[in-house]
């Protein structure tokens, strides 16, 4: 059993930065991989990065490249966002997801922060 628990959300203006911050807990003895997500009111779930510890290969959604950045510590089972230059229409609810296996898929959730953009 894996529970991810994510931290750092908030309230921002356009242009500003965010850190998103996410820890895996559970009797599991390592992650394949972990990343972030996010859903904004009436649209669809979106993958916006994720890591695979063993290659250490990333994955940016087209909207976020060169803007947020993945990174974290696969023995401490953790991974944070960083979010640059952030644009109103980052506005969603983020969420923290875990992969134990390579086959298995993100199958772990966190309750998600919310992250808020003015303009």
């Not at 994510?6 to 972990?34: H, I, K, N, P, W």
């Not at 087209?62 to 979010?83: C, E, H, P, Y």
């Amino acid at each position: 059993q894996v529970q991810p628990v994510e931290s750092g959300g908030g309230l921002v203006q356009a242009g500003d930065s965010l850190r998103l911050s996410c820890a895996a807990s559970g009797r599991t003895l390592s992650t394949y991989a972990m990343g972030w997500f996010r859903q904004a009111p009436g649209k669809d779930r979106e993958r916006v990065a994720t890591i695979i510890w063993s290659s250490g290969s990333t994955y940016y959604a087209n909207s976020v490249k060169g803007r947020f950045t993945i990174s974290g510590d696969n023995a401490k089972n953790t991974v944070d966002l960083q979010m640059n230059s952030l644009k109103p229409e980052d506005t969603a609810k983020y969420y923290c997801a875990v992969a134990v296996t390579r086959g298995g898929g993100f199958e772990y959730w966190g309750q998600g922060t919310q992250v808020t953009v003015s303009s």
